[in-house]
C-alpha cells in the first residue's frame, strides 16, 4: 500500500524526501531520482509533449524547505519575457500568488504534470508567438522562484 499524501506535521524533513523519491520512481520509472547530499532531491529524465515534438531533458531539484527548481537542460530554451520563465531559468509551473508550495505537496502529482503542460505551452508558443496556457504576470524584473514562501 502506498503512501496517499507526504505528511508535513511531526515528520523529518530527510524523510519527506525519501517518500517523495519513492513516489517519483514508482509513477516515472524512466526518470533518474536520487536525493543528493546538499541538494536534496534530484530527479531527472526527458518529456515529450507530442508526436512532433522534440525530447525535452529536465532537472527538477526539491531542497529541503524549498520550494521545486525545474529546468529544461537539453534543448536549452533562452529566456524570454514572453515565456513563462524566470530570468534565472527556472520554469514558472503555477502561479504562487494563487497557489503556494506546500511541503506536502506530491510532486509525481503536480510538478510533473504541470511541467508537461507547460511544454506543450512551450511547443505552441514556437508556432503561434503567444503563450498559450495560464499566466502569471513577472513583470520587468522577474523575482525568482526563491523568493516565494513554502508553507
Same mark, same amino acid.
Given at each position: 500500500?502506498? =503512501?496517499?499524501?507526504?505528511?508535513?506535521?511531526?515528520?523529518?524533513?530527510?524523510?519527506?524526501?525519501?517518500?517523495?523519491?519513492?513516489?517519483?520512481?514508482?509513477?516515472?520509472?524512466?526518470?533518474?531520482?536520487?536525493?543528493?547530499?546538499?541538494?536534496?532531491?534530484?530527479?531527472?529524465?526527458?518529456?515529450?509533449? =507530442?508526436?512532433?515534438?522534440?525530447?525535452?531533458?529536465?532537472?527538477?531539484?526539491?531542497?529541503?524547505?524549498?520550494?521545486?527548481?525545474?529546468?529544461?537542460?537539453?534543448?536549452?530554451?533562452?529566456?524570454?519575457? *514572453?515565456?513563462?520563465?524566470?530570468?534565472?531559468?527556472?520554469?514558472?509551473?503555477? *502561479?504562487?500568488? *494563487?497557489?503556494?508550495?506546500?511541503?506536502?505537496?506530491?510532486?509525481?502529482?503536480?510538478?510533473?504534470?504541470?511541467?508537461?503542460?507547460?511544454?506543450?505551452?512551450?511547443?505552441?508558443?514556437?508556432?503561434?508567438?503567444?503563450?498559450?496556457?495560464?499566466?502569471?504576470?513577472?513583470?520587468?524584473?522577474?523575482?525568482?522562484?526563491?523568493?516565494?514562501?513554502?508553507?
Amino acid at each position: 500500500m502506498g =503512501t496517499r499524501f507526504i505528511p508535513t506535521k511531526h515528520v523529518d524533513p530527510w524523510l519527506r524526501l525519501v517518500l517523495q523519491v519513492n513516489q517519483l520512481k514508482k509513477h516515472y520509472p524512466s526518470f533518474t531520482t536520487r536525493i543528493v547530499p546538499g541538494q536534496g532531491l534530484v530527479c531527472t529524465g526527458k518529456i515529450q509533449p =507530442t508526436d512532433h515534438s522534440p525530447s525535452y531533458k529536465f532537472r527538477l531539484t526539491l531542497a529541503q524547505h524549498r520550494i521545486p527548481d525545474v529546468r529544461i537542460v537539453d534543448p536549452a530554451i533562452p529566456w524570454h519575457s *514572453d515565456i513563462h520563465m524566470y530570468s534565472n531559468g527556472t520554469l514558472c509551473l503555477y *502561479d504562487h500568488r *494563487d497557489r503556494r508550495w506546500h511541503e506536502g505537496d506530491e510532486l509525481y502529482k503536480s510538478i510533473i504534470p504541470w511541467l508537461a503542460e507547460w511544454l506543450v505551452c512551450y511547443e505552441l508558443y514556437q508556432f503561434t508567438g503567444k503563450w498559450q496556457g495560464p499566466e502569471a504576470s513577472h513583470g520587468s524584473d522577474p523575482k525568482t522562484p526563491q523568493s516565494q514562501p513554502v508553507v
